[in-house]
T-cell receptor, first 112, second 116 residues
Framework: DAGITQSPRHKVTETGTPVTLRCHQT?????MYWYRQDPGHGLRLIHY???????DKGEVSDGYSVSRSKTEDFLLTLESATSSQTSVYFC???????????FGDGTRLSIL | GNSVTQMEGPVTLSEEAFLTINCTYT??????LFWYVQYPGEGLQLLLK?????DKGSNKGFEATYRKETTSFHLEKGSVQVSDSAVYFC???????????????FGKGTHLIIQP
């Protein structure tokens, strides 16, 4: 299995509070991604990173920000969580080119 | 833009039956195609991939052939087992100037149930 650790694995919080999810990799891959998984939608890309301090928006980036200060860590922040952000969040990593993405085990986030 | 369409299911089969899960895509250029599998409570695992037309990806008895003329990448297995019960996702990646930074575009997933 690819060395990807997501934390926390589960979180329940209230509307309006800030939330930060962490993705940590031990593979030294350049590319990292955040997705959310919702019933009827499959997985959708939120943000991605192509290097330290290099990030860009994905399909559903509104309400989310990211940071990558080290190769191994990619943080996803919900500045003021809303109930529509209740979801399962997956981090993925890739070497780039034609190499596939490898996924972490996910974080289940519930916003009440 | 890019899109992937697959049957959502659930698809219910008996053990040892033949499996086909259809996947068609829309994309410009020459995308790479993937099948991922998700077991309950887990992340997605890469099942197989194909990077160019007519490539056949295979793994664990599953196969899929990249058909550019029909824009399809159907997943097949000759004899399914109860342990194959899971959700299967078809996905594509379109290369860009950033050399692989693009995210994957996923289908909505197909829930497969194999009964003994």
């Amino acid at each position: 299995d690819a060395g990807i650790t997501q934390s926390p694995r589960h979180k329940v919080t209230e509307t309006g509070t800030p939330v930060t999810l962490r993705c940590h990799q031990t593979e030294n891959h350049r590319y990292m991604y955040w997705y959310r998984q919702d019933p009827g939608h499959g997985l959708r890309l939120i943000h991605y990173s192509y290097g330290v301090k290099d990030t860009d928006k994905g399909e559903v980036s509104d309400g989310y920000s990211v940071s990558r200060s080290k190769t191994e860590d990619f943080l996803l922040t919900l500045e003021s969580a809303t109930s529509s952000q209740t979801s399962v969040y997956f981090c993925a990593i890739s070497e780039g080119g034609y190499q596939p993405q490898h996924f972490g085990d996910g974080t289940r986030l519930s916003i009440l | 833009g890019n899109s992937v369409t697959q049957m959502e299911g659930p698809v219910t089969l008996s053990e040892e039956a033949f499996l086909t899960i259809n996947c068609t895509y829309t994309a410009t250029g020459y995308p790479s195609l993937f099948w991922y599998v998700q077991y309950p409570g887990e992340g997605l695992q890469l099942l197989l991939k194909a990077t160019k037309a007519d490539d056949k990806g295979s793994n664990k008895g599953f196969e899929a052939t990249y058909r550019k003329e029909t824009t399809s990448f159907h997943l097949e297995k000759g004899s399914v087992q109860v342990s194959d019960s899971a959700v299967y996702f078809c996905a594509l990646r379109n290369p860009s100037s950033r050399g692989g930074a693009d995210g994957l575009t996923f289908g909505k997933g197909t829930h497969l149930i194999i009964q003994p």
